[in-house]
């Protein structure tokens, strides 16, 4: 079946530290992979996502690569601020199950001045 | 521009109530979804609709009912209201399958007491 893990957080990182999300995938065939943002009080919205295997997505400094080998996703930022403080969901979606989203648990991430 | 809206925002109501949860999009969509959004569980797929008149069951439908009657709107209903239904709900919509991102409502905030 299709699934998604993330790191569990939260995650608490000083401004301007280095940011990585581990995201890795369960699926079968060729999934399109997402990575979501919901700040407090909002839906989820689009931040970056990537279609086939090492395609890079990138979003106001985010980036991600799709790695097939060893089935991840992760999400990388070099210089963190504190407006990035959000709750990210790694997602994937396959053709194999329609439009379906397949969601991760979500990771909390607090940068501080 | 075009969006996606949910009403209420929030909403308390009693169990064994009947409650009705909004959710209307201008993006001309024919791909709508309801989620709902608990700690340590993500986002959970509940109905999904492909297009008029077509509704689905997702991972957790049990004790939810959707109808489609036209391309904006898939209005979510608990038939019986429950407090393990308290949670916040996501309606989303993309525009086809695949690679296509959903794009996510604000949200709304169900406390059944």
């Known amino acids: 079946g299709n699934s998604v893990t993330q790191m569990e957080g939260p995650v608490t990182l000083s401004e301007e530290a280095f940011l990585t999300i581990n995201c890795t995938y369960t699926?079968?065939?060729?999934?399109?992979l997402f990575w979501y943002v919901q700040y407090p009080g909002e839906g989820l919205q689009l931040l970056l996502k990537a279609t086939k295997a090492d395609d890079k997505g990138s979003n106001k400094g985010f980036e991600a690569t799709y790695r097939k080998e060893t089935t991840s996703f992760h999400l990388e930022k070099g210089s963190v601020q504190v407006s990035d403080s959000a709750v990210y969901f790694c997602a994937l979606t396959n053709s194999n199950t329609g439009n379906q989203f397949y969601f991760g648990t979500g990771t909390s991430l607090t940068v501080i001045p | 521009d075009a969006e996606i809206t949910q009403s209420p925002r929030h909403k308390i109501t009693e169990t064994g109530r009947q409650v009705t949860l909004a959710c209307h999009q201008t993006?001309?969509?024919?791909?709508m979804f309801w989620y709902r959004q608990d700690l340590g569980h993500g986002l959970r797929l509940i109905h999904y609709s492909y297009g008029v008149q077509d509704t689905n069951k997702g991972e957790v439908s049990d004790g939810y009912s959707v109808s489609r009657s036209n391309t904006e709107d898939l209005p979510l209903t608990l038939e019986s209201a429950a407090s393990s239904q308290t949670s916040v709900y996501f309606c989303?919509?993309?525009?086809?399958?695949?690679?296509?991102?959903?794009?996510f409502g604000p949200g709304t905030r169900l406390t059944v007491t």
């Open positions: 699926a079968t065939g060729y999934p399109s």
């Open positions: 989303a919509s993309s525009e086809g399958t695949g690679v296509y991102e959903q794009y």
């Open positions: 993006w001309n969509h024919n791909n």
